[in-house]
Structure formats: C-alpha cells, structure tokens
C-alpha cells in the first residue's frame, strides 16, 4: 500500500473538498497528516473554517462565494511563497 504524500498546493487546492468531506479516503488521510505537521497549512484550514462559520452566523450564504475563496487561496499561495524570516519587517 503506498502512501499519498500532499504538499502545501495540494492543501490548498484541495481545502474546500476537504472541509466538505468530499475527498476519496486516501487523500483525506495525507491531507490531514500534512496538516498536522504543517504550520501553514492549519493556519489556512483555521481561517477558512473561521470564515466560513462567519458567513453562516450571517446566514447569508451557506457556501462560501467562489471569488471570495479564491482570493482567500491566491493570497494565502502567496503568503507562502513570501514567508518572511520572523522578527524581519
Ligand atoms: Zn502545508
């Protein structure tokens, strides 16, 4: 049996499936064993599940709007690909 190995991308791609449970088993598996040793990623997961809550307090939207997802996943690719040493800026 191999091991599926997810990296940050793929989290991120993969995070709203993820959060709606509509991932086959095996990715659901790595994508959890990533996000428990990945700073980054369950700081993504955070936010978006707090945002997502947020919106259904509103009540306005159960789901969240595409574009605000994917402004939300733009910048947080970004993020990464930015990461500042701590204590700079
Ligand atoms: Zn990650």
Do not use: K, W
Not at 12 to 41: F, K, M, W
């Amino acid at each position: 049996m191999t091991t599926l190995t997810l990296t940050c991308a793929d989290i991120v791609r993969y995070l709203s499936d993820y959060l709606e449970d509509n991932l086959a088993d095996d990715v659901a598996r790595a994508a959890r064993d990533h996000i428990a040793t990945c700073d980054n990623c369950r700081i993504v997961l955070d936010s978006t599940q707090q945002m997502i809550l947020l919106y259904r307090d509103h009540g306005r939207a159960q789901r969240l709007p595409l574009a605000r997802q994917t402004e939300l996943f733009g910048r947080l690719a970004a993020a990464f690909s930015e990461r500042r040493p701590p204590g700079q800026g």
